[in-house]
């Protein structure tokens, strides 16, 4: 039970060594690649289905669809024979302008004029035939709803919306189902950093598709001139409407000045100016008389004062007079007359004020005057500039009258040359072949899309597959050796198996089993084992080919061998050798016959077979019996070999009870076939016994599919891994 246990352990160690080898260890290229050359027909397949499919659709199926290019410029800078920018400018070259005018191009009004003009009501690309009636409910034909899904998926998915179809009339619905269909059949593209646009229109007619791109680019140059007109008329009947009324306020102001010419004096810059002139000098005089009427009344006043106070001297200062002075001289001389001196004085006196009174009323006649020619002068300053305003009013007028008036005269010369801010550079040309779809193109598309899924298939069939393909996997998976590799024999029936071994001595399966002979005499050198054990996980992996070449080849070092048949439930042995029916060593163990009687011998391959026997005891009673422990002692004195063939593992418990009798276990596994789990299951339960598995065999094995996986370089033209016998060793 401590082996067991031992082994349990060691078989778990490995598991989970592989397992952490599994989640680290990188992709194996050349691997990948050897999966995906093994799977070629699958993916070649694939590939070839794809291609005929499509070329079938294409050819059969598909409506060729034709597309033409017209190509429009936009002129943003146009010659003008007159400058009326402001009324009919061109056009800003902006990239938003360039997107509106995109969007112009796209929108309904443009398709309703093209269905209009191009009649495609009753097209039945597009429209419905007139052989459907005005009333009838359909849609567009089945051609013209492809073409427009077909023409949205190449324009990026852009599609036109339609009203609401529940609110509108069934010819309404009709015609904007024919529109959203035409503008569906259309791509509009403005080249960056130009103001050129390309027209591209999709048909499965190509005259069609050259008309409809044609007669886009048309209806878009004539909405273009159309729109200029209808501006240049409305700016000549606003000219028109604004000159009349600018006409009547240049008379109401002519009228106005003249009327306030002829209500004042004819006045004039050059009189008022000499008017100024006068007032200036009459205001120098004013002022200058008013000093000496004043200076006048000052002396009168001082010689009243002298004349009052009496003093001679005082009366002679003041009247500053020389007959004064010498009449006062004489008075210093003693001959002073004073009656003559008052006379004198009298007569000062009286002249002062006469010149006082007069110098007066010369400097207030002189205010007067300069105060009236003042109002005069302000006046005629008032009058002027008022007539000036009005004739300014007058000539404002007229010039904007004139201006206007011009302008009128320009547009309506204008009217008659006024052209398009686009034109068409390139008209379509009518296509000679379908662009769509494109024969080539789609059915390699097909080709690589089947090669892509070819690929696919094979490395989720290869990641879902679960069988053995190499030794060093199964030993890394269950940490026993693979003694041997069998590669698989080429026969179709289990008779064909004897003549096959005797006729082919040399073949690659031959040389195998030789070579698992080998490997299980090397396994024990001191004790080569001589009771051999071949079993399996499940039915129908080469155990029984395996135990009957082995025996052979056994055989040809003259050895005596015996195949046992342990396998009682399902007996096979006679459907390879010559049995007649006759008891088996069932019958030997119960007594009823003995060993000899039951024991066939095949000339052939120089080997002998004890087969089994159809009973009605449990098999495994009678294989953990102590007469059976008996039975294979007395074998191991008469036979060098003893090769038993027992039941799967998995299934029957047979294997595990002859496994405690047996000098070899050895566990066929099948190529490709069995999972790695299985393996572990079947050893696992080998094991639980005390058995020792001597070593895994790889059976099955096929050499060509090896190349295609890409594992030939893990084996070499047939045999065991070395190197793991030399580690069981």
Same mark, same amino acid.
């Given at each position: 039970m401590n082996r067991n246990v031992e082994d349990r352990d060691t078989l778990d160690a490995h598991k989970i060594g592989y397992n952490e080898d599994l989640t680290v260890k990188d992709i194996d290229l050349a691997s990948l690649l050897g999966i995906l050359w093994s799977g070629k027909w699958i993916i070649s397949a694939f590939s070839i289905i794809a291609a005929v499919a499509a070329a079938y659709f294409v050819v059969n199926r598909i409506v060729p669809l034709y597309d033409a290019t017209t190509v429009l410029a936009l002129e943003g800078r146009e010659e003008q024979v007159s400058p009326i920018d402001s009324v009919v400018s061109g056009l800003p070259l902006y990239q938003e302008a360039m997107q509106t005018e995109t969007e112009i191009l796209r929108s309904r009004e443009f398709g309703h004029r093209l269905v209009e003009r191009l009649d495609l009501m009753t097209d039945p690309e597009f429209g419905f035939p007139e052989t459907q009636g005005a009333g009838s409910?359909?849609?567009?034909?089945? +051609?013209? #709803? +492809?073409? =427009?899904?077909?023409?949205? %998926?190449?324009?990026?998915?852009? #599609?036109?919306?339609v009203p609401d179809i529940e609110q509108i009339s069934k010819e309404t619905k009709r015609r904007e189902a024919v529109v959203s269909a035409v503008l569906g059949a259309f791509s509009i593209e403005n080249i960056d950093y130009s103001t050129v646009f390309v027209i591209r229109a999709i048909s499965i007619s190509p005259v069609k598709a050259a008309r409809l791109a044609d007669t886009l680019a048309e209806i878009y140059v004539d909405d273009q001139l159309q729109r200029k007109l209808e501006a240049t008329d409305q700016a000549v009947v606003w000219l028109s409407e604004r000159a009349s009324e600018l006409q009547a306020d240049l008379e109401a102001s002519e009228a106005a000045a003249k009327s306030f010419n002829a209500s004042i004096d004819l006045v004039s810059v050059e009189v008022l100016a000499a008017m100024n002139r006068q007032l200036k000098d009459m205001r120098d005089r004013a002022v200058e008389t008013r000093r000496n009427a004043d200076s006048s009344k000052d002396q009168h006043a001082m010689l009243e004062e002298a004349i009052a106070s009496g003093d001679l001297a005082q009366i002679v200062l003041a009247a500053d007079d020389a007959l004064l002075d010498r009449l006062a001289e004489q008075n210093r001389t003693g001959a002073f007359d004073q009656e003559g001196f008052d006379r004198r004085v009298e007569q000062v006196r009286a002249r002062s004020l006469v010149n006082s009174e007069r110098l007066e009323e010369q400097a207030l006649a002189l205010e007067a005057s300069e105060v009236e020619l003042a109002e005069s002068v302000a006046r005629q300053s008032d009058d002027l500039v008022t007539l000036q305003q009005l004739q300014r009013? *007058?000539?404002?007028?007229?010039?904007?009258?004139?201006?206007?008036? *011009?302008r009128l005269r320009e547009i309506s010369t204008q009217y008659g040359i006024q052209k398009a801010d686009a034109r068409i550079i390139s008209q379509a040309v009518v296509p000679s072949a379908p662009f769509a779809p494109n024969k080539r193109r789609t059915v390699a598309a097909a080709l690589l899309i089947g090669f892509v899924f070819g690929c696919v298939?094979?490395? +989720?069939?290869?990641? %879902? $597959?679960?069988?053995?393909? =190499?030794?060093?996997?199964?030993?890394?998976?269950t940490g026993y050796s693979v003694v041997g590799q069998i590669p698989v024999m080429p026969i179709r029936r289990r008779s064909k198996l004897v003549p096959y071994i005797l006729n082919r001595p040399t073949s690659p399966s031959a040389e195998a089993v030789r070579d698992l002979r080998t490997s299980i005499e090397l396994s024990n050198l001191d004790k080569p084992p001589q009771v051999i054990l071949m079993t399996s996980c499940a039915p129908g992996e080469g155990k029984t080919t395996n135990s009957i070449s082995l025996a052979y080849h056994y055989a040809a070092l003259d050895r005596r061998v015996l195949i046992v048949e342990g396998d009682i439930r399902r007996r096979v042995m006679d459907q390879y050798f010559d049995i007649k029916v006759k008891p088996g060593f069932v019958s030997v163990l119960s007594g009823d016959t003995t060993l000899d009687e039951a024991i066939v011998s095949d000339s052939r391959l120089g080997v002998d077979i004890l087969p089994g026997d159809d009973v009605s005891v449990s098999a495994a009673d009678v294989f953990a019996s102590g007469v059976f422990g008996d039975f294979i002692r007395e074998l191991r004195g008469k036979y060098d070999r003893i090769i038993i063939d027992t039941p799967p593992v998995l299934l029957f418990p047979d294997s595990r009870s002859i496994a405690v009798h047996s000098d070899?276990?050895?566990?066929?596994?099948?190529?490709?076939?069995?999972?790695?789990?299985? *393996?572990?299951?079947? +050893?696992?339960?080998?094991?639980?016994?005390?058995?020792?598995? =001597?070593?895994?065999?790889? #059976? $099955? *094995?096929?050499?060509?599919?090896?190349?295609?996986?890409?594992?030939? $370089?893990?084996?070499? #033209?047939?045999?065991?891994?070395?190197?793991?016998?030399?580690?069981?060793?």
């Open positions: 409910e359909s849609g567009p034909s089945m +051609i013209g #709803t +492809i073409r =427009t899904r077909i023409s949205l %998926l190449l324009r990026g998915g852009q #599609t036109q919306v009013e *007058v000539e404002a007028n007229r010039l904007i009258y004139e201006s206007f008036l *011009v298939f094979v490395l +989720i069939r290869e990641l %879902l $597959h679960q069988g053995v393909r =190499t030794a060093r996997d199964l030993e890394n998976a070899a276990v050895l566990l066929s596994v099948k190529w490709d076939s069995t999972s790695e789990s299985s *393996v572990q299951l079947g +050893i696992s339960a080998l094991t639980s016994v005390g058995a020792k598995v =001597t070593g895994l065999i790889l #059976t $099955h *094995v096929n050499p060509k599919s090896l190349r295609r996986y890409g594992y030939a $370089h893990e084996y070499g #033209t047939y045999g065991a891994s070395r190197s793991s016998l030399r580690k069981k060793s």
